[in-house]
Nanobody
C-alpha cells in the first residue's frame, strides 16, 4: 500500500504565495511521476502541474509562470511553489502519483487533498 500525505495549504491574500508538499510512503519500488491537481466547488478536478522521474514537467496554462513543481527523489516528495496567487486559484489541491510497488504494474494514487483559499 502507498500513502500520499499533503501539507501546506491555507488562506492567503491575492498576490501572496504558498508552498504545498506531498510525501509518498509505503510499498514503493519506483515513482514514475507525481503531480498536483485541483478541484474548485462545482468544477471538475483538473491538472495543475506534473513532474516525471525523468525530469519532465508540465503545467496548466493558467498557472504557467506563477507555479513551480519540484521534487526530492530521495525523500519521495514533491513540492508546488505557488506565487502571485489569484482568487481563481482557490480549490482543494490533490497530490497524485504513479508508483510501482514491489510487484505488479504501476498504480495511480491520490492524496486526501489540502484546501487553498485566496482572498481578494
Amino acid at each position: 500500500q502507498v500513502q500520499l500525505v499533503e501539507s501546506g495549504g491555507g488562506l492567503v491574500q491575492a498576490g501572496g504565495s504558498l508552498r504545498l508538499s506531498c510525501a509518498a510512503s509505503g510499498n514503493i519500488f519506483r515513482v514514475n511521476a507525481m503531480g498536483w491537481y485541483r478541484q474548485a466547488p462545482g468544477k471538475q478536478r483538473g491538472l495543475v502541474a506534473t513532474a516525471t522521474s525523468g525530469g519532465r514537467t508540465d503545467y496548466a496554462d493558467s498557472v504557467t509562470g506563477r507555479f513551480t513543481i519540484s521534487s526530492d527523489n530521495a525523500k519521495k516528495t514533491i513540492y508546488l511553489q505557488m506565487n502571485s496567487l489569484k482568487p481563481e486559484d482557490t480549490a482543494v489541491y490533490y497530490c497524485n502519483a504513479e508508483i510501482r510497488g514491489s510487484w505488479g504494474p504501476p498504480r495511480n494514487y491520490w492524496g486526501q487533498g489540502t484546501q487553498v483559499t485566496v482572498s481578494s
